[in-house]
């Protein structure tokens, strides 16, 4: 019986070490000035990102080669986020006063403006298309309305709205553009999520008050994922980016049922995805988190901060992107 234990003890190792040593994280790319917080993953070869001093990055090799372009014109803009389509379709989102949102065709050799916009205090946080035609991106709210603009035809043309909804944000709520993942287009619903002195999750008309922590400009929801009628949000305050008090929370879409995780992240997170119906990764300045039970449990499976997390829209491959130009794969 003795033999037996000291069997299943050393079995038991073995199959840890295994596990540890199943995920792995490969940096690609690193060492520029660029913080990078948007990411867009076509397809397992296909890879766009974006970010400070007006820098697109761009891989059709898995991520083994990267070209970096920097906007003529817009030296000293940050991307914030951007939405790929192919190897030659992209737009990218130019976050402050005045806002631009720019759309390649030829893999990034040349932009045109499809979006400006001078209004004072325009502050542009996140895209996001749910197909080739129909995206949206959100605005910091003014005159306490969100700002919203819509597409249905690639990006060409936009629509936009200061009254998208008839709930008006508190003072100090606002959005975060950490990672370009507050908002979503899902079935007929837009969605998003806010935070500084309050953190909701809008959806349509409805406003759900989300038990993330908030109060302070730093705090809130940052981030939402959803697959089916499930939401999961991550956030935080990212002036203590190790702290994991009320930095998650998962909602159930059809019945605004809120459930906070067993076990959360281990941090303020920027950035949540699903990569499987049941699998979900998040990270953050501190690190990266995966759960394999839909958001209820996490375990830190890095210390290497990012910013915002994809998995391929048409495939298995999932990248990271965060500052000093780091783009790197996580292999699962």
Same mark, same amino acid.
């Given at each position: 019986?003795?033999?037996?234990?000291?069997?299943? $003890?050393?079995?038991?190792?073995?199959?840890?070490?295994? *596990?540890?040593?199943? *995920?792995?994280?490969?940096?690609?790319?690193?060492?520029?000035?660029?913080?990078?917080?948007?990411?867009?993953?076509?397809?397992?070869?296909?890879?766009?990102?974006?970010?400070?001093?007006? +820098?697109?990055?761009?891989?059709?090799?898995?991520?083994?080669?990267?070209?970096?372009?920097?906007?003529?014109?817009?030296?000293?803009?940050?991307?914030?986020?951007?939405?790929?389509?192919?190897?030659?379709?992209?737009?990218? +989102?130019?976050?402050?006063?005045?806002?631009?949102?720019?759309?390649?065709?030829?893999?990034?050799?040349?932009?045109?403006?499809?979006?400006?916009?001078?209004?004072?205090? +325009?502050?542009?946080?996140? +895209?996001?298309?749910?197909?080739?035609?129909?995206?949206?991106?959100?605005?910091?709210?003014?005159?306490?309305?969100?700002?919203?603009?819509?597409? *249905?035809?690639?990006? /060409?043309?936009?629509?936009?709205?200061?009254? $998208?909804?008839?709930?008006?944000?508190?003072?100090?709520?606002?959005?975060?553009?950490?990672?370009?993942?507050?908002?979503?287009?899902?079935?007929?619903?837009?969605?998003?999520?806010?935070?500084?002195?309050?953190?909701?999750?809008?959806?349509?008309?409805?406003?759900? /008050?989300?038990?993330?922590?908030?109060?302070?400009?730093?705090?809130?929801?940052?981030?939402?994922?959803?697959?089916?009628?499930?939401?999961?949000?991550?956030?935080?305050?990212?002036?203590?980016?190790?702290?994991?008090?009320?930095?998650?929370?998962?909602?159930?879409?059809?019945?605004?049922?809120?459930?906070?995780?067993?076990?959360?992240?281990?941090?303020?997170?920027?950035?949540?995805?699903?990569?499987?119906?049941?699998?979900?990764?998040?990270?953050?300045?501190?690190?990266?988190?995966?759960?394999?039970? /839909?958001?209820?449990?996490?375990?830190?499976?890095?210390?290497?901060?990012?910013?915002?997390? *994809?998995?391929?829209?048409?495939?298995?491959?999932?990248?990271?992107?965060?500052?000093?130009?780091?783009?790197?794969?996580?292999?699962?």
């Amino acid at each position: 019986m003795k033999h037996l234990y000291k069997i299943l $003890f050393i079995w038991a190792l073995i199959c840890s070490h295994f *596990q540890l040593n199943a *995920q792995e994280l490969q940096v690609l790319t690193s060492g520029n000035k660029t913080s990078i917080r948007g990411l867009s993953v076509v397809d397992n070869n296909i890879v766009w990102a974006s970010g400070s001093n007006g +820098m697109v990055a761009r891989s059709v090799d898995a991520g083994k080669n990267f070209n970096w372009i920097q906007v003529p014109n817009f030296e000293k803009k940050d991307f914030r986020d951007i939405e790929a389509f192919d190897s030659n379709t992209a737009i990218i +989102m130019c976050i402050t006063e005045p806002a631009f949102i720019l759309k390649t065709i030829d893999g990034g050799k040349n932009w045109r403006t499809v979006f400006f916009d001078s209004t004072k205090g +325009m502050f542009l946080d996140a +895209m996001y298309f749910k197909d080739e035609k129909n995206g949206v991106v959100i605005g910091d709210p003014i005159n306490n309305k969100p700002f919203i603009a819509t597409t *249905q035809d690639a990006g /060409e043309t936009w629509t936009t709205s200061l009254n $998208f909804n008839s709930n008006s944000l508190k003072e100090g709520e606002a959005f975060f553009a950490s990672s370009g993942t507050n908002i979503q287009l899902f079935k007929n619903n837009t969605i998003y999520v806010s935070g500084g002195t309050s953190s909701n999750l809008y959806l349509n008309e409805q406003q759900l /008050e989300l038990p993330i922590i908030q109060g302070i400009q730093s705090t809130g929801a940052n981030s939402i994922s959803i697959i089916k009628n499930k939401a999961i949000i991550v956030g935080g305050d990212f002036t203590k980016d190790s702290t994991t008090t009320q930095n998650c929370v998962l909602v159930n879409l059809k019945t605004l049922k809120v459930t906070t995780p067993k076990t959360p992240p281990s941090g303020y997170r920027s950035c949540v995805t699903f990569i499987h119906k049941n699998k979900v990764i998040a990270c953050g300045l501190n690190g990266i988190d995966l759960s394999e039970d /839909e958001g209820m449990n996490w375990k830190k499976i890095s210390s290497e901060g990012f910013h915002v997390v *994809q998995k391929a829209k048409k495939g298995n491959a999932i990248f990271l992107a965060g500052s000093k130009g780091r783009i790197a794969k996580l292999i699962l």
